[in-house]
């Protein structure tokens, strides 16, 4: 990072943090790779926690 881009962060505060469990099912079966053993069982629920950033300049992400 430059300094340039130091200083516009810096004017950034977070504001506001939501956070949602968002659930999703594999449409098919993934099958093996180098880490995981067959994945991806469709019909099975997969859930994880996304959360979003609001600032007090207005972005969010």
């Known amino acids: 990072m430059t300094p ?3 200083t516009q962060l810096d004017k950034h505060v977070i504001d506001k943090i939501e956070t949602k ?4 099912q594999f449409v098919r079966s993934v099958g093996k790779n180098a880490r995981l053993d067959v994945h991806g069982i469709p019909g099975v629920d997969k859930e ?3 959360v979003k ?3 007090n ?5």
Do not use: I, K, S
Not at 21 to 24: A, E, F, H, L
Not at 57 to 61: C, P, S, V
């Open 4 to 6: 340039e881009n130091d």
């Open 48 to 50: 994880f926690r996304a």
């Open 57 to 61: 300049q207005g972005a969010t992400g």
């Open 53 to 55: 950033l609001y600032t």
């Open 21 to 24: 469990w968002v659930r999703y």
